[in-house]
């Protein structure tokens, strides 16, 4: 009888896990900007309140960029399991980081807070592509000739997506400052053409 | 077949959204009581802790109503669409730096910081306004009579508002306890009588 | 037509404040853990430890049973209008307090601290008591037997809560533990006896 | 009349409490990131910060465990009333002190921390049994052989579970480093083998 009662989950599933990532990126999203240094009354001070709050800025529309990609696939995903589960998890435990290493940069923007932010959006980006991939596969099933086409375009981008990402951190070692113009750039070209999402 | 999923999304991501908005709002408006510094034993400490509070319930009742307006927005809107996206996470970026700024105000009320709520008070006043417009527009289409009048009213509002707070960032300026008394008065005003508002 | 839009904005408007209230709620309970002073490495710190814990969970089920109270109100409401929404934003606005009094309490449990602790749980008991009128009527209308028997309890029930909690509030400044114990048994009372509730 | 209005509260109350869940333990997954201590510009601080996200992880996916397991109860039962919403509550109280026992762990790892972990999650995962337990009651009735056969299994569960908990709190007093790798595999365990949930 349990049995029964627990066979038709994945439906569930799926739309309790929506809820609770709207709770936790609405937390992620706000809870940050407290950490922004206030300023006292001399004008360099205000100076960098203006570049912290540039950088909250930059990481609001990084979260809400997420936030909109994660309500398309949630929006077309039939059902939830536990491998979904696990990467919504794994995609949520990496999106937390991110107030962190926001912190860090208002903080102290050193080339090794740039780098570490750099590495947390690849791998939340890896992680994202796992879920839309995962996606595609409830949707089109494992083989046929649709798969073959998602696979074959799938695999590029996660090449592309991963040799920029490594890049980008690279440049954060170097350049700190034009490495965070690329990833305030980057989720607006993502928002604005969204070619590489489920379509 | 997945143009098909996606084809009628504005709905599900208008109701997404207003979700969100919720979970984001209510932590904007919780999370800023933490900073109220509290008082140690002297009576003039205690004061203070309650100029603290009353600053919070200013933000408070001030939060409370873009929630109001915002409910009132989500309550007649169809649909969302990308642009409706965009200026919904820009009103809420605007919005979170609320709790910074009353935590700023708490701390030390100068002039530069009522002035900064003014100005951050502005924004999302004028981002409020475009969603709103925004939604007369998906509600009785780009052109016609009513159209034509609800414009007429909107431009006369947006400049009202826009040289109401204008001349009150001036004001917060050179008196910013009479500044503060009308950013107190603003929303209870709006509040009693939504004239600016969709009707 | 807007008119027409706006018409039945009644039972949406209070579907949407209880989620909304259920999202403030949830913040007020759950941010004020992280509030708690550590200890050292001293016995006499684990024991300041173990007491503030004890704080925190006092609070905790006082917002627990404010929480159930509000979903017994929420359940059987009909509708919501500007009224009911401005004493249920006065209902959250002192509760919301409670996660700032209660740091205090941890960090210093001082007579002043109980005696705002107390006021504050008197301020939100008085407005808790206005919903439920507020509910009431709204069920029963403004006249009529039923409503006369209600309004003669309800007397007496605010007239009886405001006196202890006045009382409570004088024992705060004397006997600041015994005060404390007082707060700590009214939850359970009110729970386990839900006699001052809808019946 | 209102004795009739709330008749039918239970399963209300159940999908009220599964949304006020949701809202708290996402508070509780995500806030403690901001406790993370930052790295200044040395290589050993840095060795430090990885450690506390490590530590940081291993809370996060304990959450997450203690979510689904959550999810799994709701999904079967049928309606909530005071006895369920008290344990679920009491559930929720030990669950909400786990952010403040990981900034313990995070910023002193010693074995009294170590140690009050491994307290709040014994106590955690009884009141889970306890809910479990009310769960199967409630859809099996109190008699009969399936209930006979559920209490036989669980008996051996609390007992067992009580057991190796006990123990791995006196081995955080010896070998904390060892003590803190259990807990890592715990959650990971009841997440690939569920066993010793409703099945």
Redesign the interface.
Known sequence: ???E??QD?GP??KD?LD??D???????????????P????TVGS?RLFMRA?LI??IS??MV?NF??EN??TF??LPRAD?KF??MN?AF??AL??L??LT??LM??P?N?AVANMGLDYLVINMLRRLMVNHTNRE??GKTGA?RAFFDQITRWRIIGGFLLNIALIGVAFIQPTVAMIFYLALPIIS?VFPSDR??
Chains 1, 2, 3, 4 share one sequence.
């Open positions: 009888k349990l049995k009662l627990h989950d569930k599933l309790h809820v609770f709207d709770a936790v990126i609405a937390i992620i999203i706000t809870v940050m900007v407290l950490e922004v206030l300023p006292n009354n205000y709050i909250f800025l609001f529309f809400a936030w909109y309500h398309q929006a077309i536990k589960l696990l998890f949520l435990a937390s980081l107030p962190l912190k860090w903080q102290q050193t090794l949707l089109f649709a928002f489920v379509k």
